[in-house]
């Protein structure tokens, strides 16, 4: 089964050395001038890459997903991570850091979201329609069938807080993978640490369909979910 990490990049995906968050529409810069790479850190994907690993077994292929706000003025373009998105795919990939390369199976980056990432509404509907192409890329093109349906893991760290929610909700309203974990990254300890909402989330509808069977007086397939949802939900 397939591994897939999501995550949304943002201000704090990219460190110097020296403790400072460097403008993000200065990372083009950085693309092709490998001897300053070792100058720099990804502090939250590193981790979450670290502890989707180590709950899976496996490296993930990991998804990012970036910004390239069409028209919009200079002071958003700065916030922008789009390029920020291409080095980290540079340094995760092949011949990329030598630290870096190997903690993901693969990465995908994702169509840049062109406008209002600030927006609830906005991002819904574009995780709606990117996020399907996106599986199906991390699952070497081949189409999401239910009887192998991929792990997902997605950070809701970095990026702003509607592409978060989004992401998360997509995730699970899809039907793209089985959400095994929810993850937020510690900056100060450089820890990604699981969250709760993934099992209220996932466990909700099983639930409801618990319920349902009570209501009818189906006591077996009552039990039966009973049994099901006990060690996740």
């Known amino acids: 089964m397939k591994v897939v990490a999501l995550a949304n990049l943002g201000t704090h995906d990219l460190v110097h050395k020296d403790g400072t ?19 720099y850190s990804i502090p939250i994907i590193t981790p979450f890459l670290k502890a989707v690993k180590k709950k899976s077994g496996k490296p993930p292929v990991l998804i ?15 916030k922008d991570t789009l390029y920020l998105g291409h080095l980290v795919s540079k340094w995760l990939g092949p011949g990329g850091r030598p630290d870096l390369t190997g903690r993901a199976e693969k990465v995908v980056l994702s169509p ?34 239910l009887s192998d349906l991929p792990q997902l893991h997605i950070s809701v760290t970095a ?10 909700f997509r995730s699970f309203s899809l039907g793209l993978g089985r959400v095994e974990g929810v993850w937020h990254v510690d900056e100060g300890q450089q820890k990604a640490l699981p969250l709760q909402v993934g099992h209220v989330l996932a466990g909700e509808p099983l639930r409801q369909t618990l319920k349902a069977h009570m209501v009818r007086g189906d006591w077996e397939g009552a039990a039966e979910m009973a049994r099901y949802l006990r060690p996740a939900y």
Not at 22 to 37: A, F, I, K, Y
Not at 159 to 168: D, E, H, K, Q, R
């Open 21 to 39: 968050y460097p403008p993000l529409n200065q990372v083009e810069g950085l693309l092709d001038r490998p001897s300053l790479w070792d100058d």
């Open 64 to 78: 990012i997903f970036v910004t390239w706000q069409d028209e919009s003025p200079g002071v958003l373009h700065a």
């Open 112 to 145: 840049p979201a062109p406008k209002e990432p600030h927006n609830h509404d906005a991002m819904f509907n574009w995780y709606e329609a990117v996020l399907p192409g996106c599986i199906r890329e991390a699952l070497g093109g081949r189409a999401i069938k």
């Open 159 to 168: 990026g702003t807080p509607a592409m978060n929610m989004a992401l998360l």
